[in-house]
């Protein structure tokens, strides 16, 4: 069974930039044909797609985050990092790490809360 656990800070600054980690078991990050996605829900919102990572490494971003966004990866730890920069409150939202393959995103991290404020 794959496993995804987002981490990093619950609480940022305005104009910093946020770095959140997703940890992956029982599946590499390099495997084919999988992506590995950054989604997020601010409160009282849906679902927004961030971006993701792929097998060879390719990368893809929602174009009205795309500016500030950077997704990579460090294949020996199988681990996925997301790159939020110049964050405002606007920015706040449950972040979740997820799996796309087969046609469907079918693991999902429990997702971690971020919240902008000063």
């Known amino acids: 069974q794959v496993q995804l656990q987002e981490s990093g800070p619950g609480l940022v600054k305005p104009s910093q930039a946020l770095s959140l980690t997703c940890t992956v078991s029982?599946?590499?990050?390099?495997?084919?044909?999988?992506?590995w996605n950054w989604i997020r829900q601010p409160p009282g919102k849906g679902l927004e797609w961030i971006g993701f990572?792929?097998?060879?490494?390719?990368?893809d971003y929602n174009p009205t985050l795309k500016s500030r966004t950077s997704i990579s990866r460090d294949t020996s730890k199988n681990i996925v990092t997301l790159l939020l920069r110049s964050v405002s409150p606007e920015d706040t939202a449950v972040y979740y790490c997820?799996?796309?393959?087969?046609?469907?995103?079918?693991?999902w991290g429990q997702g971690t809360q971020v919240t902008v404020s000063s």
């Open positions: 029982g599946g590499s990050i390099t495997t084919n044909n999988y992506y």
């Open positions: 997820a799996r796309y393959g087969l046609g469907l995103f079918g693991s």
């Open positions: 990572i792929g097998d060879e490494g390719n990368t």
